[in-house]
């Protein structure tokens, strides 16, 4: 069983730049949809974006143009790099896998395994 593993969280200034990874031993996690999900407390885990090992990507909307999700197939890693980043992008960033079936987009994503989580906290 995948169980992803994530790092890079911290505290930012708005408009700064953070890189979110995420990896897991023993899988390859091209085999799985991947994403990152963010919560805060009080609110519902947001979908954040994903990524289908064929390459397609899936952000949400208050993301767009300024967060991308990459693998990097040869060191088994995911990323969230993050950038122009806002107050209202503080939370506790996920990082998720799931098996892959016709998509791997936000909407049909089902998490079969989360990370620990990792904070990211921006400041105006």
């Known amino acids: 069983q995948v169980q992803p593993v994530e790092s890079g969280g911290g505290s930012v200034q708005a408009g700064g730049s953070l890189t979110l990874s995420c990896g897991a031993s023993g899988v390859r996690l091209r085999s799985y949809c991947m994403g990152w999900f963010r919560q805060v407390p009080g609110r519902e885990r947001e979908g954040v974006a994903s990524f289908d090992s064929d390459g397609s990507t899936d952000y949400a909307d208050s993301v767009k143009g300024r967060f991308t999700i990459s693998m990097d197939y040869a060191k088994n890693t995911l990323y969230l790099t993050m950038s122009s980043l806002k107050p209202e992008d503080t939370a506790m960033y996920y990082c998720?896998?799931?098996?892959?079936?016709?998509?791997?987009?936000?909407?049909?994503?089902?998490?079969?395994?989360w990370g620990q989580g990792t904070q990211v906290t921006v400041s105006s």
């Open positions: 998720a896998a799931a098996t892959i079936y016709s998509s791997c987009a936000l909407a049909d994503f089902e998490t079969l395994q």
